[in-house]
């Protein structure tokens, strides 16, 4: 297992960037519910590098958490678009096509900060909170994980939006692997809570019994939209 490190969110007085860990824990598995990536024949391109990866998130799960955030905002999601790479040209990392161990080569991508990002479109947005510096429409909201040419990346705790399905999402700036700096240009779903067709948002899940681990099972937690809606309007 490697230990390595990148950046994310995490609440503060000024909403300051800093690292976490992130473990490697295995290759191998495929990305459920992700759209294959085509060549020009529309052949699926097989994919020979693979990283699942685990995260460390802090969870913006709370409506006082929630006021910590950079923007969040009630959408429906819609369709997805090609993964590309988190680099200021969208393409591959030169030394992916230079001759390494395989296991060199991953941990220079996780090192290195380089993600697939996969764009996503909302057929619908009501933005509820809006802490960031210039408030206008990114280049692109995106999802972490996805497909591009021979390598797949996937990152277990960033949620993967479905389609036709409405959210409340947490949003914050994506990173640029080129610059080694955080971005506006790519607005990345971070947290991402389902709202039924009765308006009630899902903050948490209850858990299982049947978990392995010591403790109580963590019961379902929800609130109305509209109660949620009137605390982040409260939020300074």
């Not at 591959?92 to 090192?111: D, H, R």
């Not at 080694?180 to 209850?206: K, S």
């Not at 019994?209 to 009137?230: C, H």
Request: glycine share 8%; hydrophobic share 40%.
């Amino acid at each position: 297992m490697f230990l390595l490190k990148r950046f994310t969110y995490i609440p503060g007085p000024s909403l300051v960037a800093i690292v976490i860990l992130i473990f490697l824990t295995g290759c191998g598995s495929s990305l459920g519910g992700q759209p294959n990536q085509m060549g020009q024949t529309g052949q699926v391109n097989q994919a020979t590098l693979v990283l699942d990866l685990s995260v460390d998130l802090y969870e913006f799960n709370t409506p006082a958490n929630m006021c910590q955030a950079p923007m969040i905002a009630d959408v429906i999601a819609g369709s997805v678009g090609p993964s590309h790479w988190n680099t200021t040209n969208k393409a591959q990392p030169a030394f992916l096509s230079q001759a390494m161990p395989t296991i060199q080569m991953k941990e220079t991508l996780i090192k290195g900060g380089y993600m697939i990002y996969m764009p996503i479109q909302f057929t619908s947005m009501n933005i509820l909170l809006d802490h960031r510096s210039v408030k206008q429409l990114p280049a692109e909201f995106v999802m972490e994980g996805g497909q591009q040419g021979t390598t797949k990346m996937s990152v277990g705790e960033y949620p993967l939006l479905k389609t036709s399905t409405r959210y409340l999402v947490v949003f914050v700036p994506g990173l640029n692997a080129s610059t080694h700096a955080l971005t506006q240009q790519w607005q990345l779903a971070y947290n991402a809570f389902p709202i039924d067709a009765h308006g009630m948002v899902t903050l948490q899940r209850a858990s299982s019994p049947n978990e392995p681990g010591v403790g109580q099972p963590q019961p379902e937690v929800k609130i109305t939209l509209t109660a949620l809606q009137q605390q982040l309007a409260a939020c300074h």
